[in-house]
């Protein structure tokens, strides 16, 4: 064997020794700062209180969840209110979250357990950022389940499917025992759900295109058709499901501001308009969109009618009867009533909101969906043979 191919092998030996070498080196401290971080906090003096701004990149979606001037909002929805308690509860999820496990793993791994850099393909992971107001900012990308939920569920064991690996900022990768309570990208999903409640009506009534479609009030034996004429009988059951039917009602997601460029929707030629008992005043403008509707709100406020009764409880007031306190317990419930409106009308009015294709299908029904339909005249009796 000529000199130079024996000195070319020897190099190639030693290239390859100290490539073994470099890789054993840093096997080893990546060995070394996952065993460093088990049992440790995620994310060691996290201030939870001074923290400003959570960005959330998944591979589908991307985030923004700040408060501009103290409030929580979602930047993606036009500083639309943001979920207050799901976000207290991410960030103390967060700053309580330990590695219970840690694995010796590190880049040519993170692909595989979903914990590369958001827009890495099919491998990247969720990075969870947050900054405080003296500029900190703390780091964090979710990776896969250890375990397919599926499975998991089907376990006789039981639970434990939603623990998942994690990217620490030191690049060392744990074993998160449980999501911290990180809801999808989505900014739906993160939209103050808080919404009108209306359980006890007043008045209500339906127009479309301006036109009185029908009105109910309350009456002495529970709400009543207005305009209802002798030979018209009406449906109870549907009424009651009329006064129902904003008890529970929710949005779906947020498209903008009424009128501003980009909301898809500019007119609106369905109006409900509610009173309820307490005083709350809603009026829902809503139109067909994408398959479901859009609407707006306005929230308002009117006292409700002096009860009959009432100078014979105020003179009983003056002498010191219980009448005294339930007078009292009406004022503080009416004061109540129109806190709570306010708050509503400052969060809800002018904004065009977005519904499933069933929030209003116990509303928007035509006036003769509200009678009972006659019953058929008896047959005449079959004439004898």
Same mark, same amino acid.
């Given at each position: 064997m000529r000199l130079k191919q024996l000195l070319v092998l020897l190099t190639l030996a030693l290239v390859a020794a100290a490539g073994g070498v470099w890789r054993l080196w840093h096997d080893r401290q990546e060995q070394r700062a996952s065993a460093a971080a088990t049992g440790q906090l995620l994310l060691p003096g996290l201030p939870v209180n001074e923290v400003t701004t959570v960005t959330v990149t998944a591979p589908e979606a991307t985030l923004t969840l700040h408060r501009p001037a103290g409030q929580w909002t979602v930047a993606e929805r036009q500083d639309y209110p943001a979920d207050f308690a799901a976000i207290s509860r991410l960030l103390l999820a967060l700053a309580e979250a330990k590695a219970t496990q840690t694995v010796a793993a590190g880049p040519a791994h993170y692909a595989r357990l979903k914990l590369a850099d958001p827009g890495s393909g099919d491998g990247a992971g969720t990075r969870l950022g947050l900054r405080t107001e003296a500029g900190q900012e703390f780091t964090l990308i979710l990776g896969k389940p250890l375990r397919d939920p599926e499975q %998991?569920? %089907? &376990?006789? !064991? *039981? *639970? *434990?499917? &939603?623990?998942r690996y994690v990217r620490l900022p030191t690049g060392a990768v744990a074993v998160l025992a449980s999501d911290p309570g990180l809801r999808p990208a989505a900014? %739906? %999903?993160?939209l103050d759900p808080d919404f009108v409640k209306i359980t006890d009506l007043r008045t209500a009534r339906l127009e479309k295109a301006g036109q009185l479609q029908w009105e109910l009030r309350q009456g002495k034996d529970g709400l009543e058709l207005a305009g209802r004429q002798p030979a018209e009988t009406a449906d109870a059951a549907k !009424?009651?499901?009329?006064a129902n039917a904003l008890a529970w009602i929710r949005f779906s997601d947020v498209l903008g501001r009424a009128g501003a460029a980009g909301v898809p929707v500019k007119e609106f030629p369905w109006r409900y308009t509610v009173t309820a008992v307490d005083g709350t005043t809603v009026a829902i403008a809503a139109a067909e969109h994408a398959g479901g509707w859009a609407a707006t709100v306005a929230v308002g406020f009117t006292s409700p009618p002096v009860a009959e009764s009432a100078p014979a409880a105020t003179a009983a007031a003056k002498a010191g009867t219980p009448a005294e306190a339930k007078a009292k317990a009406a004022a503080e419930a009416t004061a109540t009533a129109a806190t709570r409106a306010a708050e509503l009308a400052r969060k809800l009015d002018g904004w065009v909101f977005s519904f499933d294709k069933y929030a209003f299908e116990n509303l928007l029904i035509p006036r003769d969906a509200l009678l009972k339909k006659p019953e058929p005249a008896p047959a005449p009796p079959a004439a004898k043979p």
């Open positions: %998991a569920e %089907a &376990d006789s !064991l *039981g *639970g *434990g499917w &939603d623990a900014p %739906a %999903a993160w !009424l009651q499901t009329i």
